[in-house]
């Protein structure tokens, strides 16, 4: 933590801290892309933009108002969003009909292999059954952040029988790094290492504490620049669920929302130490 | 409550903690139905949704994020919804026209003895005229919170008349739960005890407070995962009414929103002495 | 104010403490009856319906979901609300146009003489030129708030010519309380007695914090039940000011959602030394 | 700062502290607008409209109900709003298209000399092309706030090339105050003087930053009446940043937000020690 997240240089802007998009929230969930978008912004992101259904231009701004709103049905719009980002987030409240479906597609395939591309919930489903852009996500810089469940639906290995082992074989094939979310969340690295989350609790088993995840993981992504960018996916795993921790000393369960208002001060407490 | 506001098990995910489906809020009464649902996602449920009207989406999602939304005239994703649901809360704000009596019988028809429904505010004066309504519920695991007047409504008997005798004779008629919303409120239970409140007090008397209660007793039934169910539900009236006590100690009026904003340290406490 | 806020008694339901109907805000000023309805709320009302336009469904339920909503522009409903009602307030954000004259008409023609009626802002101007209103008003309870250029337009008395002789020889006319907003607000009773303010200061000056004063009168008219119920508008008004004045020993600006927030601990201290 | 924030005089209304109106915020960027006027609304300012798209009108009374909401496609509301204020903010999220150009000609072209017009964001883009919108602006009291490429486009003058003696010369041809932001912000004011801030750090490098800037400079030129009103601005760019290093004391990045909600009490802290 204490290499990662750097005090910040003097002379810098905005842009130097990454340009966030965040994608899905269908009629359904708005909430899950408002808190990824959230999580985003107040873990330090540069400028934020949530490319949603219309219907949730207006839960977003008074939520959030640092974010910008981007109609995700409008295909114009969404491919210079696309184009704009330095990270990308698919999938919280995305759902997996055949609009969420059309949209994965054209996130994916317009992506190039500087932008980071963080694959969650629905999207990861949904790319379970689509060869054509699993193979694209192999040579982009991909997380994809799946629960035992959804790891079972793209990888094929049934929750009983995951296991390291079997679970990196399946992850090299993916060419992608896989946070696979559980009681010691695990997270598989590219280079085949493994990492192994000793913070966190059953405090986090809330609805949309995984979307608010992925806001964070785009945000340390966007903004701490390192040749090894996956030393910077655990690092945002961990300020996560050490933060959940954190806070469950005092509440019996942990919403997505107190993890996104305490960022600021967590973050600044492990600046401190950097160097 | 120590026996019953127990600390997660290490090894779970939010499915454990109960999939939670309020339904309510019409034109009018939207911030009811939303205190409902925000009530369930602070006091622990692992998922909450909300069958709404569609004009109430987007304070919903302002609200509470962490809340699914689902309009309550889409006969299919109600269904659905209905189906995949451990819990239901049917009746803050759902009113008292046509159209709530359509969708209340779709979800009393449309549940199984599995699942825990709790019956509140105008659905319970839409059932007293049902006869099909209240055999249905009569055979699940039904919980009416009336006010004396909805009960008088329910029971037929007076408020004047209203005591634990009468009460109970029509209650076991009704083959369910009742908690009579009062000055010390008493649950009637389905084997004929019956337990009185000795906590809350007239810093309560204000509107919303009974729809917060519903989402307590609905995430407490989701997480709380007891033989004798009905313990889970007196824990719940309580938790809430004792809250109120405790903010009341500095301010005049207890808010809903201020029970809810207090809920997670208020549990948290309790379960620091389970075991 | 220890006379007036009253602990409550033991026994009794939100109907004992007012149900509050607050009506205006048009396209441009809907925060203006937000406030008014979000300070009702925490000032201790029982029930409060907002009658506004449906843009501001939204907003309502965003900021204060205890209170309910109904379209000023449905007839049926607005009448059926004001029946409903004990304290009415119109005019906050309710304009000057041809709308907003309609509606003012039908609450005030609409209303009796058991039922108290704020009248304020843009309606304490329109109702200026409407000798049908102003009598209808005359037997009623009502309590008009103008600030000194709304005087001006009801009394026909100019700012500069404004004094305590010639303001009573109108108010006497009016039959209404006048609670005269400016630097020391003076408040004329119907028993021709004058009270005037010596606490809050120019921290107030702020738009939105006499609509915020209206919601505080009508939740106070609402729970407090004294004969003399002028002593009761008094007391509200000082309790708005003297909160205000509270806050700004650190705050250079009070703004009304700021004294929304404080009133229910505010007058927790007051009923403490109540008896 | 001592000598700019003064305590207010006992006898004021709301109309001393200056009429502002915000004008930006279109479909994409309806947070930036939402800032800018809740940053006045906490600086002080009397009365704040907004006129933005209307789809920003939920989110703007949800966040701040204080302000008032102008449709600025409706050129007869919004040419009613332009004459009745003393301080204008053109830019915050307006963008750039033929709509927001049409916007920008009318408010620039209907204001007077009287008034204070901040010009902001995608406006300066903007009226860098049109030369007769530039004229208008150098016999107004405009303020210009461009971040460096902003001010490379209205001035011609390439990042690099950008110092003092070129800035200057361009500026005076503007005839306006250069708010240039920046790694200490450098202010250029009409009369050929410079000041430059030694407050603030990268912890302000986060979208929305800029927007919340402009309207704390309105409220400040709205309510602390100086013949050199540059002195005012001076204060507020200094009072954005000062505070904002202030609260990074605990903070990561400092979020606008955070900077709105600190206001009333930073301010509060410099009017004691004024005289």
Chains 1, 2, 3, 4 share one sequence.
């Not at 919930?121 to 040579?139: D, F, K, N, R």
């Not at 074989?169 to 979310?181: F, S």
Request: aromatic residues 6%; neutral net charge; hydrophobic residues 40%.
């Amino acid at each position: 933590m204490k290499q990662v997240i750097l005090q910040r240089p003097l002379e810098s802007h905005k842009g130097n801290f990454g340009r966030i998009l965040t994608i899905g929230g269908n009629e359904h969930y708005g909430g899950a892309i408002i808190m990824s978008s959230s999580a985003a912004v107040h873990a330090g992101a540069g400028l934020v933009s949530c490319a949603t259904d219309s219907k949730n231009l207006t839960a977003l701004h008074s939520i959030i108002p640092e974010a910008m709103f981007i109609n995700y049905n409008n295909d114009i719009d969404l491919l210079k969003a696309i184009n704009a980002s330095d990270v990308l987030v698919i999938g919280p409240g995305l759902g997996d009909d055949a609009v969420a479906l059309k949209i994965l597609r054209k996130v994916i395939l317009n992506t190039n292999t500087n932008q980071f591309i963080i694959v969650d919930g629905s999207a990861i489903t949904l790319v379970a059954h689509e060869a054509e852009l699993i193979q694209a996500l192999a040579v982009r810089k991909t997380i994809y952040t799946p629960h035992q469940m959804e790891w079972q639906r793209l990888s094929g290995i049934k929750i009983a029988d995951q296991d390291d082992t079997k679970n990196t074989v399946k992850q090299q094939k993916l060419g992608a790094t896989i946070v696979l979310k559980k009681h010691n969340t695990t997270i598989y690295h590219t280079d085949g290492s493994i990492s192994q989350l000793s913070v966190g609790g059953p405090y986090m088993s809330t609805g949309g504490m995984g979307d608010t995840l992925t806001g964070i993981i785009a945000a340390f992504l966007g903004q701490f620049h390192f040749k090894n960018y996956e030393q910077v996916v655990d690092c945002a795993v961990y300020a996560h669920s050490a933060l959940a921790q954190e806070l469950a000393s005092s509440k019996y369960v942990v919403l997505p929302t107190d993890i996104i208002n305490a960022l600021q001060k967590f973050m600044h407490k492990y600046s401190l130490q950097s160097r």
